[in-house]
């Protein structure tokens, strides 16, 4: 039937230039970025292997897309119908030519119709689940509690019923090809044969030669259609989404941040040109091809957004929405990105206005990105951890940071304290390097610093990265000296740098200033290496993330640990034993550094587990989907005036499980949740009162003191050459757990005001600027 194969092929060569003109103008989009040859290493030696096996387990197994299960198991069914249905198009093209076709060699295996059919009406369950999904969280209906709020819900629909479309066409073309005795499969092909047994009924050879040509171009045309709404649309993700995974860096957890790059090279401050390099990025085109590739692989799927700390208490920041502002932004600049010189004269105004517009800016100057979207984000990483096609949204949002901060000097105003503090006095605080060792006096055994007791670190087995908050703020020195305590009873050699010591630069790379970082990481990589440092325990996951991760980057390469990890092991060898018993319930807070950016999730459980009588109450966002305490990328010295405040919902959940301790394993979370519970208390709400918040080594110290203990201690006292713990409570009636003597309003230190600060440091600078309560 020669009118069968023109009108077919005819089709299709009128829809494949189309697409590929489409496709082409993708990849001319991208690669007006800036180059990012690292990525590029992805796909050679040593690193393929590992890239081949994100595309089995992410794209082809669909790991991230199940840790949703209902959702999850329906996009794998779709998934897997896209690519065994592929099979019933090599057929559909060959029987425009022979009625007979089959694939070779496997075109009449039943397992094959089989296969094909059965995938077809799995697909079919997983779009009415996602018709369901669709209309039962729907943004109409839920508002901002719907993930899809700010998708675009009716391109969505529109894809559900291109996709029912190539699926009934499938069934009615094959169903008639069975009818005519041309389908290559009998039996295993059951619900097209069901279908066929419809057409049965047609005696008329030629008629029903036409219903099958007539289902073969519905089907063939429908899946065209369906390409062209694809390559315009979000949809496109189908393509490139397997190569976006391809060339994500896939650290284990998520990784230290990228260094600042101009023209695919790492920028060097002493010989960058702030007229010549970029530095972050400014206006679309600064972006890598990478982060165009980001750009148009969202799926608008918004399971980042519904795990954002700051979309979920109010604050305007989506991480869906940044990415999608930026890609719409670069398709409707594209035309002026694309021009030359000469052709920009003569583009429409609009392209020229969209061409003008600043990259971060308010409503008012027209910017694609506002302010306090950009400044709401805490880097805790849970959209980087929920994203299925591996959108990098924290590389993006800290380069925008990085131009702002430190091209433009536009960031919030309470933050310059704390760059300045950094710069001059090397702590947040602006506190006197020699308060660093304070912390030392009351524990009852010496704690052994660098340069005073050891010539070098090679005469102990670990440096105890102490930290900022470690040493100078009132509720992290707790942490601090029941840390020192625990390595003292274990045996273990540790020593400390003391006043040698400067903050690692956290903050100031979290905020954009990657300058002040990477003066405060060369001094402390400079002091490390000659100390001889090898093996480094940290309190702060901060400081974990930043030594361990990060300062490779600069050439400082240690093995470090956080000290949950430590101390898990000092049980597990049988060098801590908890022997004391404590009464009542805790529930775990995962700091974001700690479990989602490094996967430490396990120690800190475990911990918890070996105090005898303590009963345990897993929150429900918790691992990787734990909720954030509002304090990482550097939001613990900013404002929180929009929306309900991070802590406090965190706090909320916690207070939820009705426990009497709260214990978590990083001093800024330490201090967020403290605070709110203390507001909560002074509020006079019954759920907070009687609970304390403590950090892991406190519980495991008390648990593990030869002495007789309540869970409620907090705070050692000089006995017997071990700190001991009084046995009252460890907050009187007019002391509010989450409150110290001499602590600020905000619950953080408050530098002692007989004490000289460091020459040009601020001391009226607090790390959180606003009442936490």
Not at 12 to 19: E, K, N, R, S, Y
Not at 417 to 438: D, F, H, I, V, Y
């Amino acid at each position: 039937m020669t009118t069968r194969w023109i009108v077919g092929l005819a089709m299709t060569f009128a829809v494949l230039p189309i697409a590929a003109r489409r496709g082409l103008w993708l990849y001319r989009l991208a690669m007006t970025g800036q180059p990012d040859p690292d990525r590029l290493k992805n796909v050679e030696r040593p690193k393929l292997g590992a890239a081949l096996k994100r595309q089995v387990v992410e794209v082809f197994l669909q790991k991230k897309l199940l840790k949703w299960s209902i959702p999850g198991a329906a996009h794998f069914f779709v998934f897997w119908a896209f690519i065994i249905l592929g099979t019933v198009y090599v057929e559909a093209y060959g029987v425009l030519f022979d009625e007979d076709f089959a694939i070779p060699i496997v075109g009449h295996w039943e397992i094959l119709g089989f296969a094909q059919d059965t995938i077809a009406l799995l697909a079919l369950a997983g779009l009415a689940t996602f018709a369901a999904i669709r209309w039962k969280d729907s943004p109409a209906r839920k508002d901002r509690a719907s993930r899809f709020k700010g998708s675009h819900t009716g391109g969505a629909w529109l894809i559900l019923f291109m996709i029912v479309n190539v699926l009934w066409t499938m069934f009615f073309f094959r169903g008639a090809s069975y009818a005519a005795g041309n389908l290559p499969y009998d039996n295993g092909a059951y619900a097209s044969k069901g279908v066929g047994q419809a057409f049965e009924g047609i005696d008329n050879e030629h008629t029903l030669e036409w219903v099958e040509t007539v289902g073969l171009w519905g089907h063939i045309g429908v899946m065209l259609v369906f390409l062209i709404i694809v390559v315009y649309s979000k949809h496109m993700h189908i393509f490139i989404a397997p190569l976006n995974i391809t060339f994500a860096r896939k650290p284990d957890g998520l990784g230290p941040l990228l260094p600042m790059q101009s023209g695919g090279k790492t920028l060097d401050f002493e010989e960058a040109d702030p007229d010549v390099d970029i530095f972050g990025r400014s206006k679309i085109e600064d972006f890598t091809w990478k982060g165009f590739l980001d750009f148009a692989t969202c799926t608008e799927c918004g399971r980042c957004q519904s795990q954002c700390p700051a979309w979920n208490t109010g604050k305007p920041l989506s991480p869906k929405m940044v990415i999608l502002e930026l890609r719409d932004h670069a398709f409707a600049k594209a035309p002026w990105l694309l021009a030359t010189e000469e052709e920009r004269e003569n583009l429409p105004q609009s392209v020229k206005d969209e061409a003008a517009r600043p990259l971060v800016g308010t409503a008012e100057e027209n910017g694609v990105i506002d302010p306090d979207v950009l400044w709401s984000c805490t880097n805790c990483g849970a959209c980087v951890e929920q994203c299925p096609v591996d959108i990098e949204h924290i590389d993006h949002i800290v380069d925008m940071r990085r131009y702002q901060t430190m091209i433009e000097s536009n960031f919030p105003s309470e933050a310059g304290g704390m760059l300045k503090n950094l710069e001059k006095a090397g702590n947040p605080w602006g506190m006197p390097s020699r308060m660093r060792t304070e912390w030392t006096k009351d524990l009852g055994f010496d704690v052994k610093v660098l340069g005073q007791d050891v010539e070098d670190l090679s005469e102990v087995e670990y440096l105890f990265w102490v930290g900022c908050a470690g040493s100078l703020d009132d509720k992290a020195q707790k942490t601090t000296k029941a840390v020192a305590e625990l390595l003292h009873i274990a045996g273990v050699e540790f020593a400390i740098l003391g006043q040698g010591e400067t903050c690692t630069g956290d903050p100031a790379r979290r905020m954009g200033n990657e300058f002040v970082f990477q003066m405060l990481a060369m001094q402390n990589i400079e002091t490390l290496n000659e100390a001889k440092a090898t093996k480094i325990v940290a309190t702060c996951p901060h400081c974990f993330n930043t030594v361990g991760r990060e300062y490779p980057e600069l050439g400082g390469t240690y093995e470090v640990v956080h000290h949950t990890e430590l101390l898990n092991e000092l049980v597990a060898a049988g060098k801590l034993k908890p022997i004391n018993a404590v009464e009542g319930s805790a529930t775990y807070h995962d700091p974001c550094f700690l479990g989602r950016h490094n996967k430490v999730y396990t120690p800190p459980r475990e911990l918890i587990s070996a105090v005898a009588k303590l009963e345990y109450k897993e929150m429900e966002r918790s691992k990787e989907r734990s909720f954030c305490c509002g304090a990482g990328g550097a939001r613990m010295w900013m404002e929180e005036t929009i929306g309900q405040r991070i802590n406090d919902n965190r706090t909320e959940e916690a207070l939820s499980l009705s426990p009497d301790t709260i214990v978590t394993g990083c001093p800024f979370c330490k201090t967020m949740i403290s605070d709110s519970v203390a507001g909560k208390q002074g509020a006079g709400e019954a759920a907070a009162q009687g609970v304390q918040v403590i950090d892991v080594a406190q519980l495991l110290v008390q648990a593990t003191r030869p002495v007789k203990v309540g869970v409620a201690a907090d705070g050692p006292s000089a006995t017997n050459g071990v700190a001991a713990v009084a046995e009252e409570p460890a907050n009187s009636p007019d002391e509010p757990v989450g409150s110290d003597p001499g602590a600020g309003s905000d619950g953080a230190a408050t530098p002692d005001p007989t004490v000289a600060a460091d020459p040009g440091a601020d001391p009226t600078e607090n790390p959180r600027t606003e009442e936490k309560s």
